[in-house]
Each structure stands twice: as C-alpha cells, then as structure tokens.
C-alpha cells in the first residue's frame, strides 16, 4: 500500500486523470453505495474494498482479499477511482 501512496503522490493531476480515464474505459470496476456514506468497489461482483467518510472527513478504506490478486496497476487505478469518487462530488455510482 505504501507503493501506491507513493506513486499516487508523485503523479500529476493530469497524469491521474489520464490514467482514471483509460481505467474507466478500459475495465468495469464500479463504485456502488452500500449504506449512507458508505460504499463497495467491485469488479464482476467481487468486491475489493469497502470505504467510508468518518465525521472528522477522513477516509477509512477496508481491502478485501481480492485486492491480493490485483495487479500492481489495477491496485493504483482501485485507488484512483476511489479518490476521484471521493474528492469530486461523489453520486451513488461512477
């Protein structure tokens, strides 16, 4: 996980948006509500993490054990999405 921080933080805005666009058409990972301010991303059905909002405006994100099976790139395109979806508005599915 540090890796991906780490690469995440070096990477351009536009270098993110890039990458998040080619991701989302690309591959079918989606982000769905499961309750108030809380949601799943999944890929086929399979879920690879679950994230949620804390009061303060935190993040908490809890990896599944398929995230273990992801690629290294699927690992920081997940995360991609899952700060896009947070920082930009979120609806209850992208």
Do not use: P
């Amino acid at each position: 996980m540090n890796i991906i921080n780490a690469l995440l933080g070096v990477m351009s805005e536009e270098q993110k948006n890039k990458a998040l666009s080619d991701m989302l058409s690309n591959n079918n990972f989606r982000i769905g509500k499961i309750e108030n301010d809380r949601y799943v991303i999944m890929q086929q059905y399979e879920a690879f993490a679950e994230f949620w909002l804390k009061r303060n405006g935190g993040l908490t994100i809890s990896y599944c054990t398929a995230y273990d099976r992801l690629e290294l790139t699927e690992k920081i395109m997940l995360n991609l999405l899952i700060n896009k979806f947070v920082e930009g508005g979120r609806s209850d599915e992208i």
